[in-house]
């Protein structure tokens, strides 16, 4: 497929603007002047607009077919929450609009909107207080850990490790790393989880934080977790939900009830808002009580004249984490996304993505190994282990999946299983598309028996193969004509 710009013809154009009849207001200066050509692409508006639609068509995406990417939560993001956040009422706020003369801002609603959005989260986690700041998962991760340092920097704790299972996601250790602490990586256990032995060999009085994700990523859900959070707060450990996985237990049980202490959530995974490449994400946290004053500025509080302002009076704050309120957008269709389904809507939620995942899970597991055979929840991990053998690995049946129309699984983690492939169907898949699913995923392992070659060299059917992905991100060029 050609480039835009290799496409381009001289003088060809979208528009004709007639000459203007209105003399400039300013003559720039000739040092301002641009000498050279624009070099933007020349052409007429229908190629443009033929363009862009094949090139959206070489995409995978949630609107175009099954997108198992575990622990990114792909499910379906319903267009109602695109129709209303597009009203011009939200869109068209700006951040810095004028107070009115009353003390109310212009942006009484839209506030509105994220002070109710916190207290729904906290409902639904078991939490105070919610800051909608945060712009992902992974930010949620780091303004929850400099809450942990604030915390202890109060008390004049002087604690400097965070203890974090080896199934967790990078970003996990990577928040705590930032914010100066050491991470002690406790082994999984043969049953999946986090193992309790080794936890209670590494928990002193040094630990600042446990961190876990619960269901975690090989989609088990620790059932020793109250005595993990009793375990650590005896030493003065808080206890941080990574809620990437809330999905699984949304509606059924809180994080905040089993001794949670801060979380982040990933509204662009749990609450349906496009994410990947079709939009921004916004991780919020939340906390109990007694760490409400760390939370970052500004927050949206409602005053006893029932109006919301943004509150930047709190001294103990870490302080700014993110301009403004956070990713508006978001928030809205988050809040949107509750609201429709209401609390037997998010029930289900959880309900029918475990179902998926185990209806999933009991078809593919006599074609792969399954290196922890246990009822799953949100999602679950197989081996290409068995596939290997025949010299077909992990990232080749996720090219596979591409010939049959869908997105692959996240594949090659969580590292302690080799050849991993994280399949997580969620909740909007109906049985007809996983069906068609297991039908792909019993196609290859077949193919991987008769013939691994076809396996091995594809994707066949598409408008590019493989690609050497490390050159791609070490000589990137994003400029043309490349030079
Ligand atoms: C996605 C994810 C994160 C990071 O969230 P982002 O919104 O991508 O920054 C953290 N932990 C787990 C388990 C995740 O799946």
């Not at 090139?55 to 929450?81: A, E, H, I």
């Not at 956040?85 to 869109?91: E, L, V």
């Not at 389904?341 to 179902?355: H, T």
């Amino acid at each position: 497929m050609k480039l835009i710009f290799e496409k381009s013809v001289k003088e060809r154009r979208a528009t004709k603007f007639p000459a203007s009849d209105i003399p400039p207001a300013l003559e720039l200066p000739d040092n301002l002047k641009r000498r050279e050509e624009i070099g933007l692409p020349e052409l007429a508006e229908i190629d443009i607009i033929r363009h862009f639609t094949a090139l959206s068509r070489n995409n995978f995406g949630v609107d175009t077919d099954f997108y198992p990417l575990g622990s990114c939560t792909m499910k379906y993001n319903p267009k109602l929450g695109e129709i209303i956040a597009k009203n011009k009422g939200f869109s068209d706020l700006h951040p810095i609009l004028p107070q009115l003369p009353d003390g109310n801002s212009l942006t009484q609603g839209a506030l509105e909107v994220i002070h109710r959005t916190g207290r729904l989260l906290s409902e639904i986690t078991g939490m105070s207080e919610f800051s909608m700041q945060p712009l992902a998962g992974a930010h949620g991760e780091l303004t929850g850990m400099m809450i942990v340092a604030a915390y202890h920097r109060e008390k004049g704790n002087k604690k400097t490790r965070v203890i974090i299972p080896d199934s967790a996601h990078g970003t996990n250790p990577a928040s705590s790393a930032i914010c100066g602490y050491e991470i002690i990586s406790i082994p999984t256990d043969r049953k999946g989880v986090m193992d309790l032995k080794e936890f209670g060999k590494e928990l002193n009085e040094e630990v600042a934080a446990v961190m876990l994700t619960c269901p975690n990523t090989l989609g088990l859900f620790n059932s020793d977790i109250g005595k993990i959070a009793a375990m650590a707060h005896s030493a003065d450990s808080l206890m941080y939900y990574d809620g990437a996985n809330l999905n699984a237990i949304l509606g059924k049980c809180r994080p905040g009830d089993i001794g949670f202490d801060i979380l982040h959530l990933n509204l662009h995974k749990t609450f349906g808002s496009p994410h990947g490449g079709g939009g921004p994400g916004a991780g919020p946290i939340g906390v109990k009580e007694g760490l409400k004053k760390f939370l970052p500025i500004s927050r949206v509080v409602k005053n006893s004249k029932g109006a919301y302002f943004l509150d930047y009076n709190e001294p103990a704050s870490i302080g700014y984490i993110a301009p403004f309120y956070g990713n508006f957008g978001v928030i809205l269709k988050t809040y949107i996304y509750i609201l429709t389904l209401g609390k037997e809507g998010l029930i289900k939620v959880a309900e029918n993505a475990v179902l998926n995942s185990n209806y999933l899970l009991s078809h593919l597991k006599n074609y792969y190994h399954l290196p922890y055979n246990r009822t799953c929840m949100h999602e679950f991990v197989i081996s290409g282990k068995r596939q290997k053998k025949k010299g077909v690995r992990a990232l080749d049946i996720a090219k596979r999946l591409l010939d049959f129309g869908f997105h692959s699984p996240t594949i090659y983690f969580p590292l302690m299983v080799e050849e991993a492939m994280m399949i997580e169907p969620t909740e909007t898949e109906s049985k007809e598309t996983l069906d068609r699913f297991v039908e792909a995923m019993i196609k290859i392992a077949r193919e991987v028996e008769e013939n691994p070659e076809i396996v091995k060299n594809a994707p066949h059917n598409l408008s590019v193969s493989r690609l050497d992905e490390v050159k791609a991100a070490r000589e990137l060029k994003l400029r043309f004509p490349v030079s």
